[in-house]
């Protein structure tokens, strides 16, 4: 680089202060905010209902139940985001429910929701198909 030792000083600190704010502005971007990773965990899982209409029905009645006080459907995205991370695959998401589900009926954790015999995970999903706008 050629030029008086002034200029090639003023291009050093430009360089620098253009380096400083392009980081500066891609700060927000850096990392997800929680928010947005929530909802995104969300809609995935609620994305493996085969039956969303019904999934509402057993949701309404979860949601009116002690049950949904002590284990809100949105503690089902907090530990499968804590569990997988926010980038799971929707298949890996599904291998981690469905073996969820297992382990649940396997243990006898069970929960009856007007006649459905269900996991609470289950319940949980349903219920998160219902509460979509609360999380």
Do not use: H, N
């Not at 999934?55 to 979860?62: C, F, H, I, P, S």
């Not at 981690?96 to 589900?101: D, E, G, M």
Request: with cysteine; glycine share 6%.
């Amino acid at each position: 680089m050629s030029g008086s030792p002034s200029l090639r000083r003023r291009w050093l600190l430009g360089a620098a202060a253009w380096g400083a704010i392009s980081m500066w502005g891609a700060a927000p971007w850096a990392a997800p905010r929680p928010e947005i990773t929530r909802e995104q965990m969300r809609k995935k899982l609620i994305s493996l209902l085969r039956t969303p209409e019904r999934a509402r029905q057993v949701g309404v009645l979860y949601l009116q139940s002690p049950l949904a006080r002590m284990v809100p459907p949105v503690a089902l995205v907090d530990t499968a985001l804590a569990d997988m991370g926010p980038d799971a695959g929707i298949e890996a998401i599904r291998r981690y429910v469905v073996a969820r589900i297992r382990r649940e009926f396997q243990e006898v954790q069970v929960i009856s929701l007007d006649g459905w015999i269900m996991s609470p995970t289950e319940a949980q999903l349903c219920g998160l198909s219902v509460a979509a706008r609360t999380l």
